[in-house]
């Protein structure tokens, strides 16, 4: 069974890869930009310029998995409806 996905999930989907495109961007432009004065210095660098990205990247996973989150609440809720009503016809 396939599940379909809202615009807004796609969107979502669509931001993060940006996010990861963003960090491996900054983490590479920085390693390569402070690499003449030092390996160490430049891995730090590197890091740094990944962060902006990573800190995109872990915000709309947050924003995903409070969506499942929340598409789990209301099937449970439907499922408790109707349990409950087969209950009180008996």
Do not use: C
């Amino acid at each position: 069974m396939t599940k379909k996905h809202s615009l807004f999930e796609r969107l979502i989907s669509l931001l993060q890869g940006a996010s990861w495109a963003l960090a491996l961007m900054g983490s590479v432009t920085l390693f390569s930009l402070f690499l003449p004065f030092g390996f160490f210095i430049s891995l730090v660098a590197g890091f740094i310029g990944s962060l902006l990205g990573l800190f995109f990247v872990l915000v709309l996973e947050i924003v995903h998995i409070q969506l499942e989150k929340l598409y789990e609440v209301k099937k449970q809720t439907k499922l408790l409806e109707t349990i409950d009503e087969k209950l009180s016809y008996n």
